[in-house]
């Protein structure tokens, strides 16, 4: 099942090289380089260790936006998703933060908190942290009643309740929010750098851009959607870890 798994993962890996490969070919646009140009100039970027300079500068505000929004956003969903008050309270927030245009709050925070790593930090968990909130409260909310009801049946606590009931079944969603919300910091760490100040791969990217690279330009963007893959599989890996057993649904009520 997991060698099928993998195959499936790489014909459609395949499937997409192939087909930027004849796009490149064709030409789609003078702008579209092939992707055997994009993965030549990704090489030279590795080789003289200018990608790794340009993520020492795009993980800092990346790292801390996701751990931040991660740690609050479960936290704040989690508090949402067990009292009607607070959700009728906060939910409309969060809501509103994840259907704001993001490039129109960019100068507010600018004009704020500068153009430092503060402003990158916000910019990734005004991203981030929308979608970890409302994924892990509605998991909470969601929890089949009769699970709660009968681990209460057998004297257990509220601690035993939200630890061992309602956090084992939320878990599939949450983590699908942590993941959204990993995916969404990404974009929001990329779009700090191209709005508020050219550093680390956004400074490649528009460097690239300026120059007419594209082929370094695609490069820079390839490596960031492959970062965020791997991301993605850590998270998955962790879930499977922490929440062996689990089969990722709900028992009916």
Known sequence: MIHRSLLLKLLSAAIVFGAWEI???????????????????????????????????????????????????IGLGLWIGLSARFDW????????????????????????????????VFVVCIMAMPVIVLNTASAVRNTPGSLKEMSRSFLASERDVLLKIILPAASPVIFSGLRLGVSAGFIGAILSELKITPTGVGDIITYSRSIADYPSMYAAIFSII????????????????????????????
């Open 23 to 73: 796009a490149g070919r064709v030409p789609v646009s003078y702008a579209f380089p092939t992707f055997i140009d994009s993965m030549a100039a990704l090489l030279r970027m590795t080789f003289d260790g200018s990608i790794f300079v340009a993520y020492g500068e795009t993980l800092r505000p990346l790292v801390v936006g996701v751990a931040i929004s991660a740690v609050s956003g």
């Open 89 to 120: 309270l906060f939910s409309p927030i969060f809501v509103v933060m994840q259907a704001a245009p993001l490039a129109a709050l960019i100068p507010i925070l600018v004009m704020v908190y500068g153009i430092g790593l503060t402003s990158k």
């Open 226 to 253: 492959l970062l965020a893959v791997l991301f993605l599989n850590l998270l998955e890996k962790l879930e499977n870890v922490l929440f062996e057993g689990n089969n990722r649904g709900y028992v009916s009520d």
